[in-house]
């Protein structure tokens, strides 16, 4: 619902207090569904004892088979130290392994072990239950519409697409 004063879309609509001038914020209301959604993915993924940044990181793999941990954590907007971490851990686990490039030796390749596709669509279900309340409250053509929305908005504040 728009507020009368402004015309805008009022975020403190359900929230119970009257958020002033930030009702029309983008960032408050980016924080606000990003706060949320972290708790309870953090949550979510507890059983898994794997870093934050570990669903991300592993999908990217799947999907991109023989990308370097540089690509990831530029990708990821993630300091490269993190994403060794993060990779470490995967590989002392047995769910990614790194091999050396065929064409840079200086680079190393990563991809996915069967037990790492697996853990990998036990958390994707994880996640999909957490943002279940969404999905379900929009329709596929307004889920669509928000997250080319929210990558638009990422890429004007990057300065261009990831």
Request: glycine letters at 6%.
């Given at each position: 619902m728009a507020s009368e004063r402004t015309g805008q879309p009022d975020i403190s609509e359900?929230?119970?207090?009257d958020w002033g001038l930030l009702r029309s914020c983008v960032g408050?209301?980016?924080?606000?569904l990003r706060n949320e959604l972290t708790n309870r993915?953090?949550?979510a993924y507890?059983?898994?004892?794997?870093?934050?940044g570990a669903l991300s990181t592993m999908v990217l793999i799947k999907a991109n088979p023989g990308c370097?941990?540089?690509e990831l954590a530029r990708e990821v907007a993630m300091d490269d130290s993190a994403m060794v971490a993060i990779i470490d851990e995967l590989e002392e686990r047995g769910l990614a392994v790194r091999s050396r490039s065929a064409t840079d030796r200086r680079r190393n390749s990563l991809a996915l072990t069967p037990e790492g596709e697996?853990?990998?669509g036990e958390m994707i279900a994880c996640a999909m239950r957490v943002e279940k309340p969404i999905r379900d409250a929009m329709s596929e053509?307004?889920?669509?519409?928000l997250i080319a929305l929210l990558r638009r908005a990422y890429a004007a504040?990057?300065?261009?697409p990831r």
């Amino acid at each position: 619902m728009a507020s009368e004063r402004t015309g805008q879309p009022d975020i403190s609509e359900n929230l119970g207090m009257d958020w002033g001038l930030l009702r029309s914020c983008v960032g408050t209301s980016v924080r606000l569904l990003r706060n949320e959604l972290t708790n309870r993915i953090i949550d979510a993924y507890a059983p898994f004892m794997l870093r934050s940044g570990a669903l991300s990181t592993m999908v990217l793999i799947k999907a991109n088979p023989g990308c370097s941990q540089a690509e990831l954590a530029r990708e990821v907007a993630m300091d490269d130290s993190a994403m060794v971490a993060i990779i470490d851990e995967l590989e002392e686990r047995g769910l990614a392994v790194r091999s050396r490039s065929a064409t840079d030796r200086r680079r190393n390749s990563l991809a996915l072990t069967p037990e790492g596709e697996t853990l990998m669509g036990e958390m994707i279900a994880c996640a999909m239950r957490v943002e279940k309340p969404i999905r379900d409250a929009m329709s596929e053509e307004e889920l669509a519409t928000l997250i080319a929305l929210l990558r638009r908005a990422y890429a004007a504040v990057t300065d261009g697409p990831r």
